[in-house]
């Protein structure tokens, strides 16, 4: 026993230097002479108080995994603690494997010591790019949930939590505790959490480095735990036989678990390490006390580089570790050192768990099998979250075996209508159960919680060490976890670009009772700003769905559950809607941008685009569409459903725009109106990069709430139909497509719809039956072509004519055509790559070449039939070219299609010359 304390008693010591080193040297690394100024970082950065906690467990762990052969990971909580963990990834060999220079040589020292914390080398706190974490170093409270998570259906890991005195005090931790009640150990591994009390945060003690050892007893006992301390004198003995004690109380638990006996209340070891803080440095400096004091907690004696007294201090305390008899310039570490670690198949910082490697994708059932009929559109009643319900089922069902997939809500499952994996699964309870208890097991596979932190932690250690998992809570509360979220994607920026991490399953969140039906639970139920957060963010890999119906929440279902290394949330409510799409089309339409343009509510060359982006959001919007076109069927009204939003990215230069192809949905230069789930603000940021992002007009959540009735919360906020229909009018006369004195009819109108509305439920308390029973009623009422237009006005109103493929021969068509317009007095502006005037005017190689300035009313194309979609395409992006005149023949269908798209009004098989004699003829 003695020769097994020193040898790891030498490993500590070796760890303890070389943390010191990273967080002070620049040079002289093995101080093979006296330090200098020089010798020191320019910008000393990093926590000391911390690490010889992080260090001594490490040694010891280290002896335990090689011992017993045992399958173990570190889950860090002070992430602060980054040069002991490195140090001690350094040791073991696990750097090296990752980051060739730290080889574990001189030149290996020299590179971990003076690359940490300097630009372009190693954090200062823990972060992706370090082998063997699941969790970012910066905010703390989430290792016990994540090293739980990371257990479940892993039943051969030992996950060493080492949770520091102030983490503690956080709200995750607190609750994280009662975890242990949730995990059965015949079919999951083991979390042995490490308290350590060393007495100080940054600058004021910890709580409980203030409770007597019988208080702390007491709360862990009562937590559930069997608690052991470890504390001086004899730290070290003490440790190795507590550790041997905790690890077989962890097997026998397991195995009495696995004999298939009945259950059982088990009481799993957890240990309380009391040190001071910052252990083993300078005692003192100038008579004030510096070990065990807040002065140990970051950088000790920060003005060491001009201060000789400070100076001296720190080479004794470097020297006080007796590294020379450690290390060996020439033959490296000393045996006694490198006795400690464990063979490479069991170094803690490699273990597979960490890295993705026990990821498999999961079986996922056919969709169309649990598709529904769609009869005519908007007239039966569908629910999102129940068909979601049912596909989570059949997932269960289909991956028994392997074991891989979770479910997490916080008490919610059945108020979330996702009850029905009930039918194949229960939710994971190990205490005692009563008999009015309903659908619990010890080993269910839904895990609740009322505690969405914890729950977020759970989910994270599941998917971090290759598992699937679904995340389910009210919208409001998803803020609850929302800074977790925004660390988990910290996280993953650098996971999915570091080589040697592995794919992993994404991230998926489910946000139901969502603000706009949150009408009886009030104002404090009533927040999208989980979504705001997410979406300002800037990757791409985050992504946010909106399924309108069952068939939609399919879609998204599938392509979420399937998709990799992403962030992915879906929003949707829990009460009947109407079901608008297909399977197939939601599918495309998820293909295809995740937008769609619907032909149920579609005007060729619209007067406006209308956008609908939710479930409610899109009801609200079909129904303005259906009161303005009964009203008024001349104004043409294209409307548009987002199903899929992304956040921004620039990656490699290349920017991701939030909303692919904008254009082609909103057209160019049409007036839109956006329907959205949250918050108006976050619409119009993404809009600012469409084209003539003035045009847009955004809906959405105004932070009026109430306890009132469900379509008072639309109208409230302006998202409802009367509302949406009152500005499509305005917008109509405003582009004088309808009569001064019409609009002011159907403004009066539908205001005097929203007033009646308000004093029916002031007096009866609930939505009338025309709006709680409103249905869409089928195909739109027939519009203006863009047949129909007639030529001559186009021509009447235009000035200046862009001729693509303009030719410098007289007896060219192209070249009669204008030259004759030229006479009449229109302005010919030709596009041509391969001449440089005709006609007196210079020729230009494309569209897009001719300054802006310059106003064009009509592009008249002279090209082959293949080429015009290419010509349309640089229309479009010039922008404000309203007219496309093709000359007969070089007409195409995806021609057509892609005018209709944008919104281009074309005119076809029609010659311009014999338009303008028609003119002539008429005048």
């Not at 040898?7 to 010191?20: G, S």
């Not at 799993?268 to 040190?275: E, R, V």
Request: glycine content about 6%; some cysteine.
């Amino acid at each position: 026993m003695n020769k097994i304390l020193h040898n790891i008693n030498a490993y500590i010591r070796a760890a303890n230097y070389l943390t010191v080193a990273q967080i002070y040297l620049q040079d002289n690394f093995l101080l093979e002479r006296p330090l200098k100024t020089e010798d020191i970082k320019p910008k000393l950065s990093g926590h000391w108080g911390t690490c010889p906690g992080i260090n001594f467990v490490y040694g010891h762990a280290n002896y335990l995994v090689k011992k017993h052969k045992q399958s173990a990971i570190l889950v860090l909580g002070p992430g602060h603690g980054m040069p002991g963990l490195q140090a001690n990834l350094f040791l073991e060999g696990t750097l090296e494997k990752y980051y060739q220079k730290a080889e574990r040589n001189a030149e290996g020292i020299e590179y971990i010591s003076k690359m940490f914390t300097w630009p372009y080398g190693f954090s200062s706190h823990c972060s992706p790019e370090t082998p063997g974490l699941m969790l970012e170093g910066g905010e703390l409270g989430y290792s016990l949930a994540s090293a739980y998570g990371a257990v479940l259906d892993n039943p051969d890991l030992l996950a060493i939590c080492l949770i520091g005195d102030g983490e503690a005090e956080t709200g995750a931790i607190a609750t994280a505790w009662h975890i242990n009640k949730l995990i059965d150990p015949a079919t999951n591994g083991a979390v042995l959490p490490i308290l350590h009390v060393n007495g100080y945060k940054i600058s004021g003690p910890a709580i409980f480095g203030r409770m007597s050892n019988r208080e702390l007893k007491e709360l862990f006992s009562g937590y559930g735990y069997e608690p052991f301390f470890v504390a001086a004198p004899n730290i070290h003995e003490k440790m190795l036989k507590v550790l041997e004690t905790c690890h077989g109380r962890i097997k026998r638990i397991q195995r009495e678990a696995r004999k298939a006996n009945a259950p059982f209340k088990p009481r799993f070891p957890m240990i309380i390490l009391q040190t001071p803080k910052g252990w083993t440095t300078v005692k003192e400096l100038r008579g004030q006390q510096i070990e065990g004091t807040i002065l140990a907690h970051q950088v000790v004696m920060p003005t060491v580089r001009g201060d000789e007294q400070e100076l001296q201090a720190l080479e004794e305390w470097m020297r006080s570790y007796h590294f020379e008899e450690l290390f060996d310039k020439e033959k490296g570490f000393a045996k006694e050192v490198l006795s400690v670690t464990p063979d490479e198949k069991l170094r803690m910082g490699d273990n597979p768990s960490m890295f993705g490697k026990h990821y498999k994708a999961l079986v996922l059932p056919k969709a169309e099998k649990l598709a529904k009929e769609i009869g005519m559109r908007g007239e039966i009643q569908s629910n999102a979250l129940r068909m979601l319900g049912s596909y989570l089922k059949e997932i269960f069902v289909l991956n028994k075996k392997q074991r891989n997939f979770r479910l997490l809500s916080p008490d919610e499952t059945y108020s979330n209508r996702l009850d029905e994996v009930f039918q194949v699964t229960s939710r994971a309870f190990v205490w005692p159960h009563l008999s009015s208890d309903k659908d619990m097991a010890a080993d269910g596979r839904v895990m609740e919680m009322l505690s969405e932190l914890n729950l977020h932690g759970l989910a994270q250690g599941y998917i971090l060490s290759g598992r699937h998992a679904v995340l389910a809570t009210y919208e409001a509360f998803a803020q609850i976890f929302s800074s977790m979220a925004h660390m988990y994607q910290k996280f993953l920026k650098y996971a999915r670009i570091v080589p040697w991490r592995l794919d992993i399953p994404s991230m998926n969140y489910v946000l139901t009772s969502t603000v706009w039906r949150q009408e009886r639970n009030g104002y404090s139920h009533q927040n999208p700003s989980f979504i705001s957060g997410l979406l300002e963010k800037h990757n791409d890999f985050i992504k946010v769905y909106f399924p309108v119906d069952d068939n939609s929440m399919l879609a998204v279902a599938e392509e979420t559950l399937s998709s990799k290394n992403q962030m992915n949330v879906i929003v949707a409510g829990k009460t009947p809607e109407p079901r608008w799409l297909t399977l197939s089309e939601a599918k495309t339409q998820l293909q295809e941008d995740g937008i769609g343009i619907w032909d149920l509510a579609n005007d060729k060359d619209p007067h406006l685009v209308l956008v609908g982006i939710g479930d409610y959001m899109t009801k609200e919007a079909l129904a303005a569409f259906a009161l303005v076109k009964k009203d008024e069927p001349s104004i043409r009204i294209r409307f548009v459903n987002i199903m899929r939003l992304q956040a921004a990215c620039s990656c490699e230069n290349t920017f991701h725009p939030q909303i692919p192809n904008a254009e082609k949905y909103f057209t160019v230069d049409k007036p839109v109106i956006v329907n959205f789930h949250g918050y108006p603000e976050v619409m119009k940021a993404m809009l600012l990069g469409v084209k003539n992002p003035q045009r847009f007009s955004v809906h959405g959540y105004q932070e009026k709430g109430a306890t009132t009735t469900p379509f008072d919360m639309l109208v409230r906020n302006e998202t409802d139909r009367y509302h949406l229909a009152i500005e499509i009018v305005e917008i109509a006369a405003r582009e004088g497509v309808l009569a001064e004195d019409k609009k002011t009819m159907m403004v009066a109108t539908y205001q005097k719809a929203l007033g009646e509305h308000t004093e029916y439920i002031k007096r009866f308390g609930e939505d009338p039956a025309e709006i709680e029973e409103w249905q869409w009623e089928g195909v739109a009422p027939v519009t203006i072509e863009v047949a129909d237009i007639k030529h001559e006005d186009i021509l009447k109103n235009a000035k200046t004519i862009a001729v693509v493929g303009l030719s410098d021969k007289p007896e060219r068509h192209s070249h009669r055509v204008a030259k004759y317009f030229q006479e009449k007095g229109y302005r010919i502006i030709p596009v041509n790559p391969n001449i440089q005037e005709v006609l007196g005017e210079k020729s230009y190689p494309s569209l897009s070449a001719i300054p802006k300035t310059v106003h064009i009313d009509i592009v008249d194309i002279f090209r082959k039939p293949e080429a015009v979609v290419e010509c349309m395409k640089d229309i479009v992006d010039r922008g404000n070219i309203k007219t496309i005149w093709l000359a007969e023949g070089v007409n195409t269908p995806e021609a057509e299609r892609f005018a209709q798209d944008y919104g281009l009004t074309m005119v076809t098989n029609f010659c311009i010359m014999d338009a303008y004699k028609k003119i002539e003829v008429e005048v």
